[in-house]
C-alpha cells in the first residue's frame, strides 16, 4: 500500500505501445494516413504557437511518433526528441529517418525522463510538451518543468498543450453526460469522463489540468506567460436548442471555463 505523501509511482511505459500510438493517441488518424506528413488540428494549432523559424533548435519532450520532429526540421530547425517509451522512439526514428536529405534541419531521437534531461543548460530556443502534461504525476510534472526552465535558452520560448481541462470532466461532463442521456444517447457517455471516446485514458491520464492549476504549475516551475482555453470546432447540426445552448456555454465566461477542453501555455522565464 502506498504511504501518505508519497510520491505516486509513473505510469509504466509498457501501457504506450503501438496501439496506443496508432489508435488513441491524439493525431493518429493523420498519422495513420501520412505517416507524420500531416498534423490533426490540435497538433497544428499547438505547433503553429512555437513559430520555428530556421536555424533554431528544438527540444519535443515526449516525442511520440515523431511527426512535430518531422515538421520542425522541414522548417529548418535542429530538432530533438525524447520519450520514455521505447515504442515511441522506435516510431520517431523511423519518421526522422524517412525526413534525411530531404529536410534543412538535423533531427535526433533518445530514449530518456522528461524529469531528467539528457541536454545541458540553455540549449533550446523553444521547448515543446504536447499531450504530455496529463501523463505526469504532479511531483513528475513539477520536475519535469524545472528540467525544461534548465534546458531552455533565457530568450527561449516554452509550449504547452494539454487536455482535457480537468474543470470540464469534473463539473461540465457530468452535466453533458445528463443531457445526452436524457436525448437516448446515454450509453456513448461513459459514467468515467476518462473511458469517453478513447478507455486507455483511465489507466494513463494521471494529472489533468484546469486553466489556472497550469498557470500556477508553470510559476512555480519559474515560468511567465499566456494561459488560456480552447475547444474543438463546435459544428452544431441538432437543433436550434441544442446549438444555441452550446455556443452560450462555450462563449460565455466564466461557463467557458468549463466547458472549453483544451489548456494551451506558451511561456518564457520569468526575469
Same mark, same amino acid.
Given at each position: 500500500?502506498?504511504?501518505? +505523501? ?39 494549432? &499547438? ?7 530556421p536555424g533554431m533548435t528544438i527540444l519535443d519532450v515526449g516525442c511520440g511518433r515523431g511527426e512535430i520532429l518531422r515538421h520542425a526540421a522541414a522548417r529548418g530547425a535542429d530538432a530533438f526528441g525524447i520519450d520514455y517509451a521505447l515504442v515511441a522512439v522506435n516510431m520517431s526514428q523511423q519518421v526522422v529517418e524517412g525526413i ?9 531521437? &533518445? ?32 520536475? &519535469?518543468?524545472?528540467? /525544461? +526552465? ?19 470532466? =469534473?463539473?461540465?461532463?457530468?452535466? /453533458? ?22 478507455? /486507455? +485514458?483511465?489507466? /494513463? ?20 506567460? =499566456? ?41 518564457? =522565464?520569468?526575469?
Open positions: 500500500m502506498q504511504k501518505r +505523501n508519497e510520491p505516486q509511482q509513473a505510469v509504466s511505459s509498457s501501457l504506450y505501445d503501438e496501439a496506443y500510438f496508432r489508435t488513441a493517441c491524439e493525431g493518429y488518424d493523420e498519422f495513420n494516413t501520412s505517416e507524420g506528413q500531416q498534423l490533426s488540428r490540435r497538433l497544428a494549432s &499547438a505547433f503553429s504557437l512555437a513559430k520555428v523559424e534525411d536529405g530531404t529536410a534543412p534541419g538535423k533531427t535526433d531521437v &533518445a530514449q530518456a525522463d522528461a524529469k531528467q534531461l539528457p541536454f545541458p543548460d540553455r540549449f533550446f530556443d523553444r521547448v515543446l510538451m504536447f499531450d504530455v502534461v496529463e501523463h505526469l504525476h504532479p511531483w513528475e510534472l513539477d520536475v &519535469a518543468l524545472k528540467e /525544461v +526552465n534548465r534546458v531552455l535558452k533565457d530568450d527561449g520560448l516554452f509550449i504547452v498543450h494539454t487536455a482535457p481541462n480537468v474543470w470540464y470532466d =469534473k463539473y461540465a461532463y457530468p452535466v /453533458v453526460r445528463a443531457i445526452r442521456t436524457a436525448m437516448g444517447q446515454g450509453a456513448k457517455y461513459p459514467k468515467n469522463p476518462r473511458n469517453f471516446l478513447v478507455e /486507455v +485514458n483511465e489507466h /494513463v491520464h494521471v494529472n489533468e489540468q484546469s486553466m489556472w492549476s497550469m498557470r500556477r504549475t508553470l510559476g512555480r516551475a519559474g515560468f511567465r506567460g =499566456k494561459v488560456w482555453l480552447e475547444s474543438p470546432p463546435q459544428h452544431g447540426g441538432e437543433g436550434v436548442v441544442i446549438d444555441n445552448l452550446r455556443g452560450f456555454l462555450f462563449k460565455t465566461p466564466p461557463l467557458r471555463w468549463f466547458f472549453e477542453r483544451e489548456v494551451f501555455a506558451v511561456v518564457s =522565464k520569468a526575469r
